[in-house]
Every structure is written in C-alpha cells, then in structure tokens.
C-alpha cells in the first residue's frame, strides 16, 4: 500500500535498548497520568532525545511510508504555521508555549508510530492501555468510597463522590477513559476467554455509573450506545450472563451499599431532569453555554480571514468582549472549532483529513477480516469514532499530549499489512 525508504542506525546496544525502553514506558505513563505537572513536564521536554534514540539505537531502522510521513508534514507544517502566526499573535508567551507544545505532539506520534510499526507490537501495546484503564477504575473507586481527591483533582479537600482520577476536573477524565474502554475487548478476543468477557462487561457497566457520577450526560449517553452495540454484537452465551450479572450487580448494589445506592438514584434523576428541563431554561445552562462557545468560535475564524487569531489566543479574544455572552466561560468545551479558532482554515482541513482517512481505513479493515481480528480492528474504529463527540465534552485538551501517543497507536494499526493477531508472538 505504501512505498518505503528505510534509514540504517549503526549502534545496537543491548544496555541502551533497556534504559530506552524503560524511559519510554515511564514517558508513556506519565503522559497518562498528567497529576504530577513537573514530571509531566520534564517527560515532555525529553521525548526528541527518546525518539532519536528510539531511531538511531531501538529499532535499529527510522522507516517513512508515504501515510505516515505525510502526517509528519502535516505536524511540521502546523508547527510552521504557528511560528507563523506571532506576527498577528495577541500574546507572544502563550502561542509559544503552544507551538511547544505541538512539538511535543509531533515527536510523540514519530515515537509511537516507529515503536509500533511491527504488528507483533501491537497486543502489548493494548495491554498497557488496559493496565492504565484499570487504574483509573481503582482511582475512581478510591474517590467515590472515601470522598477523597489526588492533588491534581480541582476538588482536591472538597468531599464530593464525582471522580476525577488522575486529572484535574471530570470531562476531562471521562474522555480518556472512553477513548480507552473499547480496548477492553482486545485481550479477550485473542485469548477467547469467557472470564475475560465477564470482566469487561463488569467494566463497562462500571464506567456507566461513573459517567453519571461525573454529571457528563454526553460521557453517559455514549457509554450507554457502546454497551447496547457490543451486547448486539455478542452471542447468546453472553448476553444471558450479562443479564445475571447486570441483575445480580443491581441486587448486591441495592442490599450492601444502601447509601451509595440513595446517592446514584439522586444523580440519576438530576441527570435526567437536568436534560428534560434545559430546554425550558431562563439561565445560561451547560448547552447553551456549549451553543454560544461554537458561535464565538465560528466568529472569530470569520474574523481572522480563517487564518485564526493565532496559536493559544482563542481565551484572550473571547476574554476581551465575549465572554459576558458565554457567561464568563473563555474555554472553547470544543477541540475541533478550537482548532480552527486558534490556526484556521488550512489546519482544521487538514486534521479533518487525517482523522477522516484513519476512520475509512479502520472501517476497511474491520470488515475485510474475521473472529478475533474483527475485535481489534473494531475497538479501535468505535474508539476513533468516539472522538469526535467525546472531544466537544472537556473545556479544553490541547495540553494533553497523550492524545497523540493514542493517534499513533492508531495510525500503526492502519498502516501495518493486516495479519492475525493471533499468530504474532512478541
């Protein structure tokens, strides 16, 4: 499918192969778990040097298929352009940091890509997705149990069961967990263990509650879509033991935690009532607040010629004399429009275009293969597909560097000359 130039590295080292493959598990962890924001930092700064020893030492071989190197182009050329915007730029300072930022993005997408470019690497790489799902569930239960936060939570010292894991406030917690969810399916197609399958169904039903724990209606809502589509797609075995598990769950709930269950029927209802009566609403509720967002940001594209207003000063535009409109919200709550906002036209196409060609491929290639295949190819379209309305739910995710290690993953497995996972050994 593509044409490929392959760039010999002299060095192969057994010592540096390790220390290399342990910074970047650390970096790859790190960027998961964005509480400690120095050591994030520091990751962040170091991934040219991982990914120019992950060329030279690691693999041995830099490759550049056509896809891929386009991508690369596109990242430099956003880069480029953000250089380029300071000459119209309202804070030299923030578009900066930025355009570091996007650095960052484009050496963390070369990393994943090159690490992942053999297929055999993929089974371990949606492990540790799982691990890292895992862990969040772990640090859900610990907030929600002892109303107690990390640091990093914005509700730090504040008693309240609305987890946010490792990051700072709730939306942006409930996306990265749902870009992770449908991973859960991955290990259990390629063993074809029925534990396995009663375990995921168990975390799905697990990250139900916890989106109406995070007062996310759009998180919920497609949480619910997900788990209706993969219990369609089960087989009868399954969706029986789902029912029982699904009843005996609701039962034990109910009878061994009496509190937490007043406490999830409250916000159940308030979720509900919440979205019957916003419509009729004289205040600036969470929709309309979202509604007016999008219109400010179509406005200031139009106005900036759609070249935007530069990198990082959509805030500092709707902060002038907007932000009374948006009821003093200056978050974007819109990744896409946010883009387009801050870099204009020629990027948003472009990372339409990107995002749109990794979706059809995904779609190929789910429905050209079979069995345990089908599974993997399958979480990561739903995953991908996710996105789009998952990346409207936070205020803002342009800092979150981890969004790019998961387009690589993403963009290897549609790259790679389709095999069975099931034969690869690692």
């Known amino acids: ?9 002299p060095l192969n080292m057994n010592i540096i192969k390790a220390i290399c493959l342990a910074a970047i598990l650390v970096m790859g962890l790190v960027y998961f778990y964005p509480g400690f924001y120095l050591i994030n930092q520091i990751a962040a700064t170091a991934t040219p040097l991982l990914v120019l020893i992950c060329a030279i030492v690691l693999n041995k071989k830099l490759v550049l298929d056509t896809w891929t190197t386009e991508v690369y182009i596109f990242l430099y050329f956003w880069i480029c352009y953000g250089i380029i915007g300071l000459i119209w730029t309202s804070d030299t300072r923030i578009t900066l940091y930025y355009i570091r930022n996007i650095i960052i993005y484009l050496f963390s997408f070369v990393l994943i890509t ?15 997705l799982q691990f890292i799902f895992y862990s969040y569930c772990l640090i859900y239960l610990w907030e929600i149990f002892t109303l107690k936060h990390l640091s990093s939570s914005r509700l730090y010292e504040i008693q309240i069961p609305i987890p946010t894991g490792f990051y700072f406030n709730e939306n942006n917690s409930a996306v990265f967990m749902m870009l992770l969810a449908p991973f859960l399916t991955v290990k259990t197609a390629i063993t074809k263990s029925k534990a396995g399958k009663i375990v995921a169904l168990l975390s799905f039903i697990f990250m139900i509650v916890i989106s109406a724990f995070q007062y996310s209606r759009l998180a919920l809502f497609f949480m619910l879509l997900m788990g209706i589509y993969y219990f369609i797609r089960a087989g009868l075995y399954l969706k029986i033991i789902s029912i029982i598990i699904i009843a005996l769950s609701i039962i034990i709930f109910v009878k061994a935690f009496p509190e937490e269950f007043k406490l999830t029927k409250i916000i159940f209802n308030q979720q509900v009532q919440s979205t019957l009566n916003e419509s009729k609403s004289y205040y600036m509720t969470s929709s309309k607040i979202r509604n007016q967002l999008n219109i400010e940001s179509m406005n200031l594209a139009i106005k900036s010629n759609l070249f935007g207003v530069g990198a990082g000063s959509y805030e500092i535009y709707l902060g002038n004399d907007r932000y009374h409109r948006t009821s003093w919200v200056l978050n974007p709550h819109n990744w896409w429009l946010e883009l387009m906002a801050n870099f204009g036209l020629i990027i948003i196409l472009g ?3 990107i995002y749109m060609r990794w979706l059809y491929r995904l779609f190929q290639l789910r429905n050209s293969v079979k069995n345990s295949d089908f599974a993997i190819y399958d979480a990561c379209f739903i995953s991908l597909l996710l996105f789009v309305p998952l990346s409207i739910v936070p205020s803002s995710i342009k800092s979150y560097y981890s969004l790019w290690v998961y387009f690589g993953l993403i963009h290897s497995v549609c790259i790679c000359t389709p095999r069975s996972y099931s034969e690869n050994k690692v």
């Open 1 to 9: 499918m593509n044409n490929h130039t392959e760039i010999s590295a």
């Open 351 to 353: 990372m339409i275009f």
């Open 114 to 128: 090159q690490l992942l470019r053999n297929q055999k690497y993929h089974k371990p790489a949606f492990l540790i």
